[in-house]
């Protein structure tokens, strides 16, 4: 790196800030929404489940999305994204507490898949026990976790290895290794989709579900990523290293795969609607009846044309008050998208549909707020512990140069 670039002096937060403070503050608050969540589910175990696997999707969903924003940076080689790289850099170096909070998933996976119950087991999922059967269920799953956990410490751990400086072999490995990555992430994240969410309704299948899924992450990842940017520099930190034309490329990058989200999801609801194969329509019958048809309208609505005409303008991603708006927006409606994925599935034997999906119980909201809480915690924590721009990056003096055109 250029020994002439002036590096900002506010990389990092300073102790006795409000940010060293914050960590315990989360961690409590995390703890206490899942102690009392778990006294809660003694009433109704299923629904709780439930609402706890809506809630580690959510938050997983914020840390795959961030691994991947971060594999793309360095498969690239993007010289834009390093001044912010550091803030999805955190938030995927927590991937290995996602392991530890799967494990009520794993215990009580009876309580939530269908295909575990052996009155449901008819001649389709026959044919499909031997990929749908709990050993190898939780095999997977396990694995998907370990391997994500190893991706987001190793890029995380590596990249701080580079603000050392003289390691410009570090950023060598990290984009080869990138490629590779990016494979597995794929893979993985498209396999784990079909195991926790698509195997809801066991019958049903579709093609694209993982790339539909990945579409919603990644949009956590941005939106997360230009908050968290904000917050830091109202705290004074990285004031002047992040500027209007970062916040205008991450707004650009929303605005893309809000489109691409869209595309994914009218493919997937078109060619099945059309073709009008029983097992294939039924995901989409039962989510436009039953009481969920007004979510499901309205989908496509808050999804897709708010966000698409609130980020079009050049002007609009570039007032911070407006983006953050936005920003805010495509965090509510990714988790309006994965409640309408989650809680259609769930039956309560007392009634004759399930739950009418503006009605948020206590038990969906509660593992969602303590599983957040932990997550934001410990993310807060790390964060305070290192710098929080990659000095060692030998593109940081394009980063902080960076103009749009």
């Known amino acids: 790196m250029d020994s002439k670039i002036n590096i900002p002096s506010d990389i990092e937060i300073k102790r006795g800030s409000l940010f060293y403070q914050m960590p315990v503050l989360f961690l409590g608050v995390g703890i206490g929404c899942l102690t009392y969540w778990s006294m809660l589910a003694q009433n109704d175990h299923v629904r709780a489940m439930f609402g706890y696997l809506f809630g580690f999707t959510v938050v997983l969903s914020l840390a795959l999305g961030s691994l991947s924003f971060v594999l793309m940076q360095f498969l690239t080689r993007a010289g834009w994204s390093v001044v912010i790289r550091r803030i999805p850099e955190t938030v995927m170096a927590i991937l290995p507490l996602f392991i530890f909070l799967f494990i009520p998933i794993a215990i009580f996976a009876h309580d939530i898949f269908p295909w575990l119950h052996p009155e449901h087991i008819d001649a389709i999922l026959e044919k499909k026990l031997g990929y749908l059967n709990e050993r190898f269920f939780l095999w997977r799953s396990f694995g998907y976790l370990v391997v994500w956990g190893i991706l987001g410490t190793l890029f995380y751990r590596v990249s701080l290895a580079q603000d050392r400086g003289g390691k410009a072999d570090l950023t060598k490995f990290l984009q080869g290794a990138s490629a590779p990555a990016v494979v597995i992430f794929g893979l993985t ?139 805010v927006w495509v965090i509510l409606v990714h988790l309006a998208d994965l409640y309408w994925l989650i809680l259609p599935t769930y039956h309560d034997p007392n009634v004759e549909h399930g739950p009418p999906p503006l009605l948020l119980s206590l038990v969906d909201v509660l593992p969602t707020i303590g599983i957040f809480s932990l997550f934001f915690g410990v993310f807060l924590f790390v964060l305070s512990r290192h710098k929080i721009l990659a000095v060692g990056d030998p593109r940081l003096p394009e980063s902080l140069a960076f103009e749009n055109y």
């Open 189 to 327: 994240v498209t396999f784990a989709s079909v195991d926790w969410l698509m195997s809801l309704q066991p019958h049903w299948y579709s093609t694209i579900f993982g790339v539909y899924f990945w579409a919603g992450c990644i949009l956590f990842a941005f939106s997360f990523t230009t908050l968290m940017a904000m917050t830091l520099q109202k705290a004074g930190v990285l004031a002047t290293a992040i500027t209007g034309e970062h916040y205008h490329d991450l707004g650009k990058l929303m605005f893309g795969f809000t489109v691409f989200w869209a595309y994914i999801a009218f493919s997937q609801f078109m060619l099945y609607w059309y073709g009008a194969v029983p097992e294939e329509v039924e995901f989409y019958s039962h989510r436009l009846h039953n009481g969920w048809e007004t979510l499901s309208w309205a989908l496509p609505l808050i999804n897709f044309f708010v966000p698409f005409f609130g980020l079009m303008s050049r002007t609009l991603k570039r007032v911070k008050l407006i983006l953050a708006i936005n920003c």
